[in-house]
């Protein structure tokens, strides 16, 4: 079956610009996680949605940062005037119902901020 | 901070060596996880070992988990060159269970 897919897969965006990120959850996937990992790092927690809401964006770093999901299905995470230090991948993860569960991953999107 | 720890930070062996990483936490927890990343196949799901089990196994791998010590253990026997990746632990704090804690992994390197 088809795995969690996220586009694009390599962005590269001038200082300034506002870029948007995108995930396909696995299908009947409700649960649907945003992490950042900097080069050489471990994961960053962003925003954890169940169906459409976003019980949790606590990880969220600034302002500039925002995400929704729409039909409980696809999620796009906006990263407005993006700045050098968003530079990292984005990567995207669902599970079936998020209470305590493995995390299925998708590729990942590569920013890079000039 | 509630990030996990692995050691060692890297690991490079032989070819049909063993690797054995380690991770530490802070939090109750009720069940850890273990992950690999590489470049081939992104970020992939090991295995999982609840807070009241030991060891558990799959395949070439053997998870231990010491909640007294709040420390869990990955060792990958008869390496393979395959295994090259990064390796890390995540756990749900036993207070929030809708969100993973991550190390900042062990990066293995299995020569052949």
């Known amino acids: 079956g088809a795995g969690v897919s996220q586009s694009p897969s390599n962005k590269v965006t001038e200082k300034g610009k506002d870029v948007e990120l995108r995930c396909d959850p696995i299908?009947?996937?409700?649960?649907l996680y945003w992490y950042r990992q900097s080069l050489g790092q471990g994961l960053e927690f962003l925003i954890y949605?169940?169906?459409?809401?976003?019980?949790?964006k606590s990880g969220l770093p600034s302002d500039r940062f925002s995400a929704e999901r729409t039909g409980g299905s696809v999620s796009t995470l906006t990263i407005q005037r993006t700045q050098q230090e968003d530079s990292a991948v984005y990567l995207c993860?669902?599970?079936?119902?998020?209470?305590?569960?493995?995390?299925?991953f998708g590729p990942g999107t590569r920013l890079l901020v000039l | 901070s509630q990030q996990g720890e692995e050691d060692p930070q890297a690991l490079s062996i032989q070819e049909g060596e063993n690797a054995t990483m380690n991770c530490s936490y802070k939090?109750?927890?009720?069940?850890l996880q273990w992950y690999r990343q590489n470049s081939g196949r992104g970020l992939v799901h090991l295995i999982l070992?609840?807070?009241n089990e030991r060891e558990k196994h799959s395949g070439r791998l053997r998870v231990t988990l010491d909640t007294s010590k709040k420390s869990s253990s990955l060792l990958i026997t008869a390496s393979r060159a395959a295994d090259t990746a990064s390796y890390f632990c995540?756990?749900?704090?036993?207070?929030?269970?809708?969100?993973?804690?991550w190390g900042l992994g062990t990066s293995l390197a299995v020569n052949p």
């Open positions: 949605f169940q169906g459409n809401s976003a019980p949790d």
């Open positions: 993860a669902s599970s079936p119902a998020g209470v305590e569960e493995t995390q299925y």
């Open positions: 070992i609840r807070s």
């Open positions: 299908s009947g996937h409700t649960a």
């Open positions: 995540a756990y749900y704090n036993a207070g929030n269970n809708r969100k993973l804690i």
């Open positions: 939090t109750s927890i009720n069940n």
